[in-house]
């Protein structure tokens, strides 16, 4: 099975926290204040993160999981 | 779709930045207050290695949340690859340090009398605007008044830039290239590496 998870091109991330505010899972934030992470397993795949971000940097990729 | 979970009092800080440009309308002295955000999010980040300012605290950028989400200000497109670059990121903030160099050698030279008080706010650089109804004779000295207009023309100019790429790409595009936002990144990335080393 695939789902989707969130992933941020860091070398383009401003670190601005507008991802971690709309996160519904808190499975965004922002590390040490360089760049946003995501927490694989918090992560629903929800997208609304990547709407949000001014720079349009992060992409919802497919994540396998073993079944 | 979920709502967002409670709101925060420092959810509300957008509040503080829009009094804040208003302030600015009827004494310009009031263009002080200004200096917090420039030394708070730097404090924050020297102090704890975060970007805790902007991703909590900073009033602007709710600013433009609130006109680009709320007021459906926004167009909500994806910005030009140029803006995000870091070659524009740094090359903004060192635009941003240059000018406010100036502002400082400009307040300097009112200061020794070599120059007068020039009662105007200068809007992207270039536009100077009069702006004597803001200024009431006081006991301040001058360059205080001096350094209240350059600064204020400053918080403007970015607040102006800033709903402009709000309207134009997403609501918090300012925090993109954002010279503090820019600068507390930096701190945090140097303070992370001079960690590593020791
Ligand atoms: S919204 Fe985008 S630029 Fe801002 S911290 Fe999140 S990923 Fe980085
Ligand atoms: S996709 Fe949804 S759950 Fe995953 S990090 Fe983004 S906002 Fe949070
Ligand atoms: S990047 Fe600038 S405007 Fe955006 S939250 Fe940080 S300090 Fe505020």
New interface residues.
């Given amino acids: 099975m695939a789902r989707k998870i969130a992933r941020v091109d860091k070398?383009?991330c401003?670190?601005?926290?507008?991802c971690?505010?709309?996160c519904?899972r808190g499975a965004i934030y922002?590390f040490?204040?360089?760049y946003a992470a995501v927490d694989s397993n918090k992560c629903i795949g929800c997208s609304l993160c990547a709407?949000?971000?001014?720079?349009?940097?992060i992409s919802m990729e497919k994540l396998e999981v073993e079944a | 779709m979920k709502k967002a979970a409670k709101k925060n009092w420092y959810d509300y800080l957008y509040i503080a930045s829009a009094i804040y440009l208003f302030l600015g309308l009827f004494n310009i002295l009031f263009a002080w207050l200004g200096m917090l955000c420039f030394t708070i999010p730097l404090i924050i980040s020297f102090k704890t290695g975060t970007k805790t300012y902007c991703n909590k605290y900073c009033g602007r950028g709710q600013l433009f949340n609130l006109l680009g989400k709320k007021l459906k200000l926004s167009r909500n497109k994806s910005m030009p690859n140029w803006m995000k670059s870091k070659v524009f990121r740094y090359g903004f903030l060192l635009f941003f340090l240059t000018m406010f160099s100036l502002m400082i050698f400009n307040t300097v030279l009112v200061f020794n009398g070599t120059r007068s008080l020039s009662q105007v706010v200068t809007l992207l650089w270039t536009f100077k605007i009069p702006w004597q109804w803001a200024y009431h004779i006081t006991s301040a000295p001058l360059w205080v008044s001096q350094y209240a207009f350059g600064f204020y023309s400053i918080m403007l100019t970015s607040i102006v830039l800033g709903i402009i790429t709000m309207a134009m790409y997403k609501p918090r595009s300012w925090c993109i290239y954002c010279p503090m936002g820019t600068m507390t990144q930096l701190v945090c990335v140097a303070k992370e590496s001079a960690n590593k080393t020791k």
């Fill in positions: 070398s383009l401003a670190a601005c926290g507008a971690q505010k709309v519904p922002i040490k204040g360089i709407k949000e971000c001014p720079a349009s940097i």
